[in-house]
């Protein structure tokens, strides 16, 4: 007599899940077979959508300005002079635009040329500054002939990688950044079409940003239970409160520190002031390592030329940065950071390792985005446990009886 096959749920359940296993094991050896394909699909994806993400990205930088000023022409005083209060908002925009351009416009037609000439002029005249700088040498270390052998062979090899790396790469592609801009070839064409749209979808945005919000708000909790969507809103909140003050304020402190340096070395009189100025201001957008890295190169150019001036540039350097890391960096970022120095130079040197020069300005606020979330999981954790939060019990904590859970403190002499 034949036996009747039973049906079981679980052999529906670990059929569909071998299915399901190997379904996605295809997937990936095809999705491994046509990687290339999928990279070019990629990069021709995000060509497409690349002046919206313009867009997007303007939008939000401008928004703090375009908020200060609409907030300044909404004011009581200045109602009275606009008809309507739309106007406000719509000034407000154009403003911040101009301002955009404004920059834009300076930096490509007045900062790029002379940063150029800059360094056309040290290529052109380092066979010059090498020998001022071995008769240099030989006069402060006559007296000391080991010395001087061994930092003049030190200085030919540093002077013939920098004059490699000028002459072979960073100057061809200045060049090719110059020739774009004046001859309108294919990649700056592309460039300002993307500015351009993309100025035209940040205007949209940044007019339209209660809809946007309101329209993201309405999905978010479509998706989402209410709790899921109340956290989700709440971190992102402090994701663009980290990013806005992070970015904004580094930003202005650079510029500054960039203006200052400039004016400084125009009343020093030190050779290369706008090059020079520029390596600092953009340098020092980065934390931690930014005074440094360009301090660096900045003195060696200087060195160059004349060494006193080098030496004094450096003083200045010292002066400067510790006026910023102590007076005008705190004032204007405030706490926006938020944690010690180990993991700020863990988060730049993470960031600089994975996404280059831009990974090292944005792995300060995104990995305070998740050094936040990951103490908010742990005290919610520990509270749920009954268990302190704060860091004071850790440092002084003996032991915790699992039993009672009971929180023993070390002795003050211990």
Known sequence: MRRRFRWD??????GITAFLVIAAAVVFYMLLQHLPDLRNAW???????APFVWGLVIAYLLLPLTRALEKLL????????????????????????????????????????QLYSSIETIVVNSPEYYAKMSDWIELKLEDHPEMEQYVAQALESLSNQLLDLVKNRLLPSMGNVITSVTTGVYAAFRGVYNLIVGIIV???VLSNREIAKAGFRKVL????????????????????????GFLSGKLLDSAIIGLICYIVCLIL?????????????????????????????????????????CLIFVIFILILQQIDGNILGPKILGSTV?????WIMFAIIMGGGLFGFAGMILGVPVFVVIYSA??????KKLRRDDLPQDFETYSRLDYIDPATREVHLKKSGD
């Not at 749920?9 to 670990?14: I, Q």
């Not at 909790?221 to 989700?232: G, L, V």
């Open 9 to 14: 749920k679980k052999y529906l359940y670990w």
């Open 338 to 342: 938020g944690i010690n120095g180990f």
């Open 374 to 379: 990951v103490t908010t999981l742990i005290d």
């Open 202 to 204: 940040s205007i949209y």
């Open 43 to 49: 990069n021709k994806g995000m060509t497409i959508v």
């Open 269 to 309: 009189k030190m050779p290369y002031t706008l090059l020079v100025s520029v390596i600092i201001g953009i340098t020092n957008i980065i934390p931690f390592f930014g005074p440094l890295i360009g301090a660096i190169p900045s003195a060696f150019i200087i060195l160059l030329v004349d060494p006193l001036k």
């Open 221 to 244: 909790y479509s998706i989402f239970t209410i709790e899921t969507a109340e956290k989700i809103r709440t971190g992102l909140i402090f994701t663009d409160k980290t990013f806005m």
């Open 74 to 113: 909404s004011s009581r005083k200045m109602k009275k002079a606009l008809v309507k209060g739309k106007f406000a908002r719509i000034a407000a925009i154009v403003v911040s635009e101009i301002v955009l351009l404004i920059i834009l416009t300076a930096f490509v037609l007045l900062i790029l040329p």
